[in-house]
């Protein structure tokens, strides 16, 4: 099963919301269509992983990239945010991601964190 997904604008923020695999084959297609949207704007980014059935180091590298990408500089007003499900979060604490990559455990959590900020 390859990548899927939807965008929603939001009056702040993109939800993408994704299924599928998240690997080598995904990837570039992923990160290209990801940072067209992210430089469009909002700013503010969640994606939706908790439907995500595997991430590769492929997969995780993107979702580097693209945090980078969200929030450029320490005063930039961009946030990136991961909803994610058991397999992901596994995978993203294996390599000591899961705080640069703030990850949360739903949709309503993490749309809750950028009305707190």
């Known amino acids: ?29 992923f990160r290209k269509t990801l940072s067209s949207k992210i430089e469009e704007g909002p700013k503010n980014i969640i994606l939706d992983l908790s439907q995500i059935d595997f991430v590769d180091s492929s997969g995780l590298g993107a979702l580097v990239q693209l945090a980078k990408l969200a929030k450029p500089e320490p005063e930039s007003k961009g946030t990136f ?9 596994q995978t993203v604490k294996l390599v000591r991601l899961e705080k640069f990559l703030s990850l949360q455990v739903s949709v309503e959590e993490a749309l809750a964190n950028l009305k707190a900020s």
């Open 1 to 29: 099963m390859s990548l899927r997904g939807t965008r929603e604008v939001r009056d702040n923020c993109q939800l993408f919301r994704l299924t599928g695999l998240l690997d080598a084959f995904s990837e570039p297609t």
């Open 81 to 89: 945010q991961i909803v994610t499900n058991a397999r992901v979060t």
